[in-house]
């Protein structure tokens, strides 16, 4: 089992098919998370996804005191940027851990 880092709250994702990025909108609840390390999504109760951080940006929405963190994943391929976009990613918490498959 992989150690886990911190836990990341997502409020919701998107993507931006031009940059080939895909985004994780949310809040760092527990612990850290870094650049190159991994964010885990549980797809079943065996099976989890793990995803390379590429960037980490702070982020501000106006009329809102709160800052989120915006996890950046680049993912390799358009089938994979299909595939986290079906998943329909929000008010779900994964963990974060310094290992994964990229």
């Known amino acids: 089992m992989k150690q886990v880092e911190g836990k990341f709250e997502v409020i919701d994702s998107f ?7 895909f985004y ?11 650049e190159a390390w991994f964010v885990n999504i549980p797809l079943n109760g065996s099976l989890t ?6 960037k980490i940006e ?3 929405i106006s009329r809102e ?3 989120y963190t915006l996890i950046i994943i ?12 079906g998943l329909n990613i929000g008010n779900e918490s994964f963990d974060i851990t310094i290992d994964g498959e990229d």
């Open 15 to 21: 993507a931006i098919r031009r940059r080939n990025e």
């Open 24 to 34: 994780l909108i949310g809040r760092i609840n527990e612990g850290i998370a870094k």
């Open 49 to 54: 996804f793990t995803l390379r951080i590429s």
């Open 58 to 60: 702070e982020v501000e």
């Open 65 to 67: 005191e709160n800052k």
């Open 74 to 85: 680049s993912p390799e391929n358009d089938e994979t940027l299909d595939l986290l976009l």
